[in-house]
Protein backbone atom coordinates (compact mmCIF):
# COMPACT_ATOMS: atom_id res chain seq x y z
CA UNK A 1 0.00 0.00 0.00
CA UNK A 2 1.05 3.16 -0.50
CA UNK A 3 -0.07 6.57 0.86
CA UNK A 4 -0.08 9.49 -1.39
CA UNK A 5 -1.65 12.85 -0.74
CA UNK A 6 -3.88 11.83 2.09
CA UNK A 7 -5.36 9.15 0.13
CA UNK A 8 -5.46 5.29 0.46
CA UNK A 9 -4.87 3.41 -2.96
CA UNK A 10 -5.12 -0.41 -3.16
CA UNK A 11 -3.76 -2.39 -5.31
CA UNK A 12 -5.83 -4.85 -7.52
CA UNK A 13 -4.61 -8.36 -8.84
CA UNK A 14 -3.30 -8.38 -12.38
CA UNK A 15 -6.68 -11.05 -13.14
CA UNK A 16 -8.91 -9.29 -12.11
CA UNK A 17 -8.88 -6.19 -14.21
CA UNK A 18 -9.45 -7.98 -18.15
CA UNK A 19 -9.52 -5.69 -21.00
CA UNK A 20 -9.92 -8.42 -23.52
CA UNK A 21 -13.41 -9.48 -21.70
CA UNK A 22 -15.11 -12.64 -23.37
CA UNK A 23 -18.41 -11.78 -22.70
CA UNK A 24 -20.41 -9.71 -24.83
CA UNK A 25 -21.98 -6.37 -23.31
CA UNK A 26 -25.54 -6.51 -23.88
CA UNK A 27 -26.51 -2.55 -24.82
CA UNK A 28 -30.00 -2.83 -24.27
CA UNK A 29 -32.70 -5.10 -22.52
CA UNK A 30 -34.38 -7.90 -24.55
CA UNK A 31 -38.17 -7.60 -24.20
CA UNK A 32 -40.29 -10.57 -25.08
CA UNK A 33 -42.77 -10.44 -27.49
CA UNK A 34 -46.02 -12.56 -27.98
CA UNK A 35 -49.37 -12.57 -29.00
CA UNK A 36 -51.16 -13.25 -25.59
CA UNK A 37 -54.27 -10.57 -25.45
CA UNK A 38 -54.67 -9.28 -22.08
CA UNK A 39 -57.80 -10.63 -19.99
CA UNK A 40 -61.19 -8.02 -19.97
CA UNK A 41 -64.18 -9.50 -18.32
CA UNK A 42 -66.80 -9.23 -21.12
CA UNK A 43 -69.19 -8.20 -17.87
CA UNK A 44 -69.29 -6.47 -14.47
CA UNK A 45 -68.81 -8.90 -11.74
CA UNK A 46 -71.69 -9.24 -9.26
CA UNK A 47 -73.94 -8.42 -12.03
CA UNK A 48 -76.88 -10.93 -12.97
CA UNK A 49 -75.86 -9.91 -16.45
CA UNK A 50 -74.62 -12.97 -18.63
CA UNK A 51 -71.20 -13.08 -20.01
CA UNK A 52 -71.73 -10.31 -23.68
CA UNK A 53 -75.06 -9.84 -22.72
CA UNK A 54 -76.04 -12.63 -24.79
CA UNK A 55 -78.18 -15.34 -24.59
CA UNK A 56 -76.96 -19.26 -24.37
CA UNK A 57 -77.67 -21.27 -26.71
CA UNK A 58 -76.62 -24.87 -27.68
CA UNK A 59 -74.98 -25.47 -24.31
CA UNK A 60 -72.31 -23.31 -25.06
CA UNK A 61 -71.35 -19.74 -23.35
CA UNK A 62 -70.47 -16.34 -26.08
CA UNK A 63 -66.81 -17.39 -25.42
CA UNK A 64 -67.12 -20.89 -27.14
CA UNK A 65 -67.00 -23.05 -23.70
CA UNK A 66 -69.21 -25.10 -23.24
CA UNK A 67 -71.25 -24.08 -19.82
CA UNK A 68 -71.00 -25.40 -16.32
CA UNK A 69 -73.47 -28.21 -15.87
CA UNK A 70 -72.06 -29.22 -11.90
CA UNK A 71 -71.45 -27.26 -8.54
CA UNK A 72 -70.52 -29.00 -5.59
CA UNK A 73 -71.82 -26.63 -3.18
CA UNK A 74 -71.48 -28.99 0.34
CA UNK A 75 -69.41 -31.85 1.19
CA UNK A 76 -69.66 -32.40 4.99
CA UNK A 77 -69.07 -33.65 7.39
CA UNK A 78 -65.69 -33.60 7.36
CA UNK A 79 -63.37 -35.01 8.45
CA UNK A 80 -66.16 -37.98 7.95
CA UNK A 81 -66.28 -40.85 10.30
CA UNK A 82 -68.83 -43.34 8.80
CA UNK A 83 -71.40 -41.14 6.69
CA UNK A 84 -70.51 -38.40 4.20
CA UNK A 85 -73.82 -35.74 2.97
CA UNK A 86 -73.03 -34.74 -0.44
CA UNK A 87 -75.06 -31.05 -1.91
CA UNK A 88 -74.23 -30.79 -5.63
CA UNK A 89 -76.24 -28.62 -8.56
CA UNK A 90 -77.06 -30.33 -11.78
CA UNK A 91 -77.32 -27.14 -14.39
CA UNK A 92 -79.91 -30.25 -16.56
CA UNK A 93 -80.17 -33.72 -16.71
CA UNK A 94 -77.14 -35.51 -16.60
CA UNK A 95 -75.04 -38.78 -15.99
CA UNK A 96 -73.51 -38.47 -12.63
CA UNK A 97 -70.54 -40.17 -10.97
CA UNK A 98 -69.00 -39.82 -7.57
CA UNK A 99 -66.12 -42.07 -6.76
CA UNK A 100 -63.54 -41.98 -4.01
CA UNK A 101 -59.78 -41.52 -4.95
CA UNK A 102 -57.04 -42.31 -3.04
CA UNK A 103 -53.67 -39.86 -2.85
CA UNK A 104 -52.38 -41.14 -5.92
CA UNK A 105 -55.42 -41.18 -7.90
CA UNK A 106 -56.59 -44.96 -7.60
CA UNK A 107 -60.08 -45.46 -7.58
CA UNK A 108 -61.19 -47.21 -4.19
CA UNK A 109 -65.04 -46.34 -3.64
CA UNK A 110 -67.43 -45.84 -6.15
CA UNK A 111 -70.84 -43.91 -4.43
CA UNK A 112 -72.42 -43.36 -7.10
CA UNK A 113 -72.91 -43.73 -11.02
CA UNK A 114 -76.73 -42.25 -11.82
CA UNK A 115 -78.77 -40.57 -14.02
CA UNK A 116 -79.94 -37.52 -12.15
CA UNK A 117 -82.77 -34.65 -12.54
CA UNK A 118 -81.44 -31.23 -13.14
CA UNK A 119 -81.47 -28.68 -9.79
CA UNK A 120 -79.95 -29.14 -6.26
CA UNK A 121 -79.87 -32.37 -4.50
CA UNK A 122 -78.70 -33.65 -1.57
CA UNK A 123 -77.06 -37.46 -1.22
CA UNK A 124 -76.01 -38.95 1.68
CA UNK A 125 -73.54 -42.02 1.66
CA UNK A 126 -72.31 -44.54 4.05
CA UNK A 127 -68.49 -44.87 3.90
CA UNK A 128 -67.33 -48.52 3.77
CA UNK A 129 -65.07 -49.55 7.02
CA UNK A 130 -62.10 -51.19 4.87
CA UNK A 131 -61.33 -47.79 4.20
CA UNK A 132 -57.80 -46.62 6.37
CA UNK A 133 -58.30 -43.14 8.36
CA UNK A 134 -56.57 -40.79 5.70
CA UNK A 135 -56.89 -38.19 3.55
CA UNK A 136 -58.53 -39.24 0.49
CA UNK A 137 -60.31 -37.12 -2.82
CA UNK A 138 -63.77 -37.38 -4.38
CA UNK A 139 -64.39 -37.19 -7.98
CA UNK A 140 -67.43 -35.76 -9.12
CA UNK A 141 -68.29 -36.34 -13.14
CA UNK A 142 -71.27 -34.87 -14.96
CA UNK A 143 -70.88 -35.38 -18.92
CA UNK A 144 -67.20 -33.97 -19.75
CA UNK A 145 -66.85 -31.86 -16.32
CA UNK A 146 -64.82 -33.19 -13.30
CA UNK A 147 -64.87 -31.33 -9.87
CA UNK A 148 -62.22 -32.88 -6.88
CA UNK A 149 -62.83 -32.15 -3.34
CA UNK A 150 -60.38 -33.50 -0.86
CA UNK A 151 -62.06 -35.38 2.49
CA UNK A 152 -60.76 -36.79 5.39
CA UNK A 153 -61.88 -39.83 7.02
CA UNK A 154 -61.32 -41.13 10.51
Known amino acids: ?3 CCGSTVFAQRGDSINVNSKYKRIVRTPQI ?3 VPSYKPSYLPGSSLTPN ?10 SG ?13 NPVDDQINLTIRLERESNLSIKI ?4 GNEVVTLSN ?7 QTKTFTIPNR ?9 FVAGSETVVKRISIL
Open 1 to 3: MSV
Open 33 to 35: RGD
Open 53 to 62: NSLLSHGRSG
Open 65 to 77: RPDKILTVLKVYP
Open 101 to 104: MDLL
Open 114 to 120: ERLSAGE
Open 131 to 139: LNSGIYFLR
